[in-house]
């Protein structure tokens, strides 16, 4: 294979072809020289920079951990310089040359390093976790393969609002093989949406062979499975790297759908434990080949010549302060002002199914940047909270998916950032761990990280009452309360599943709304529309003095009949409060009403054990201690998987009776 004097043709899906070029004019030959001008500057500034790190590093003045890209610079340089105005790339650990030709200079990567202020990210992420959509670049989480389809979701929100741009997603032979990546692929295909994948193929996956992790020899083969084109070239060869990479966002941004580009040998390993160099992986291990002229960078020393073009001084970046603990907290960002239409009846006396319809249908209609995601969403959905809307606003509004909830997670993220409103429907709450890691490694951190608003609602029917058995009837609220950066909103009436729905739409950050099925047909009320609704706030649902009895979601029914049952029976005065949203908690509802009553009772569906009672009784005995004539008591599911049997489903769940012999026992204290 010729270097400098080749160029790939795509050829048909899944095509690796390498074919000479003919003798480029003089023009041509003069914008090649400037070419590999530009791209030496930028192979010698990334060296000198990833240098400066690197002894800092070694000096014990770096804080966390610390890789550099060296031996696979031409290839970040070389899709870098590809990379259009428009273009968004989301680069690896390793592709710190992405960043700097984008524009972040080196005393920001520096100052990244050190977790000081100034810096990218602030002192709130460090590594090369580091970009902002400002410079085209998008900042890398450590679950490497799942920027994939946020990348995606950044390209496509850029296509659809008719602008010529592609995503450019970096990754390795070990991020090859996640789900997230092969989610991405097959997603963007059927799609066609303009994605370039980069694989930086060095033979490993951090200390393991990729041999023993791939059954084919090039990550390029698997093009095939997908219908796309593929690209393998020698990623050492800035030149071509270059040429690869325009070509390929070329035909991404022609609307031709998703290329592969697998770049081998683009950083050659060296082994650091004696373990590896008898692992078979000799051709790996080898030194870097030598390369083209250009890609011989200077490895560190001396200072860069401020007279090339974005040139700059290695700055150590001593001179910014360390971020300390007095702000690492960040809060949420602040919702954005509500119209002043004052709150009306939208329908009266409908289900809390036809209320969380009415409310996407009226998103859809007044916020053009409003998209529903999911499965089935065209036919309505598992439920058929949906039904209708692909009829009357179209399949781009109302999108379909493939069965991959990590993958369209994170193209809502991608979209999202790009100033839309995603809507997620997961089919079951259940199905929430299978896009766990986009939610909570991803979507909750990034206001954090970035100090973007991030406005993505994901909905999910959660609980039992439907023979579900174990995989259709859980109640996962606890596994993301713990999740800083995400809301979670548990509406338990027909109001509230319209009205705190529509405020998640509104709101700036990511929110999880888990409706609760066993009350979709179940529960009625009136359809309310508030345009200044807050997606905050407990109600309190029966006022009463002598006991505080805390629900929310499905088992309010339950807690209203039982405080009826013991005022008929015992006389006992019992005030009921619906936390409506559990994270923010409305804490000052709870605790204003139990300093009155002096008890509580804490039900819901969820677990007794490791929940939202667990925590609110933690809270009452640490705050309210002297207050409390008797210990706080819960009341939840009987702690093991819901059973299918439904005689032993229902012993499983709270009812009426058990709450009510809560409430007594609380009282008698």
Known sequence: MQTSESSVSLGSPAAIAVVPAPEAPDTERDARAALLRRAGYWLHLTRAVEEAGRKLYLQGRLPGSFYDGRG????????ALALGERDVASPAIRDLAVHLVRGVTPEQVLRHYLGKAGAPMDGRDGNVHLGSLAHGTLPMVSHLPEMLPVALGVALGRAWRGERAAAVAFCGD????????????????????PLVVVVERNGWAYLTPSASMLAVERVSERAAGYGIPAYEVDGNDVALVYD????????????????????????????RRPALRAAGGARALAPARPGRPVARARPGGGRLDRRRPGGARRDRGRGGRRRGRGGARRPLPAAGRSPTERLRVVSEQVTYLEAVRLALRRALEEDERVVLLGEDLGNGGAFRATEGLRDEFGPERVRDTPISEGAFTGVAVGLALEGYRPVVEYQFADFLTSGMTQIVNVAAKWHFRTRQALPLVIRAPEGGGFSGGPFHSQCPEAWFLRSPGLKVACPATAEDAGMLLAAAIRDPNPVLVLEQKSLYTRARGDAVWDPQAPLAGAAVRRPGDDLTLVTYGATLPAALEAAELVAREDGLSVEAIDLRVLSPLDWETVAASVERTSRCVVVHEDYAEYGVGAEIAARLASELFEQLDAPVARVGAA???????????????????????????????
Request: hydrophobic fraction near 50%.
């Open 72 to 79: 696979q610079e031409a290839t970040a340089v070389g899709v």
């Open 174 to 193: 070990g991020a090859a093989n996640g789900g997230a990546w092969h989610e991405t692929l097959n997603l963007a295909a059927v799609w066609r949406a």
């Open 244 to 271: 690869v990479a325009a070509r390929a966002l070329a035909h991404a941004r022609d609307g031709r759908g998703p290329v592969l580009v697998d770049l081998p040998d683009a950083r050659p390993r060296r082994a």
């Open 639 to 669: 702690f093991h998987p819901i059973p299918f049997s439904p005689p032993l489903e229902a012993a499983t769940l709270p009812n009426v009776d058990r709450i009510a012999r809560a409430i007594r026992e609380v009282a008698a204290f």
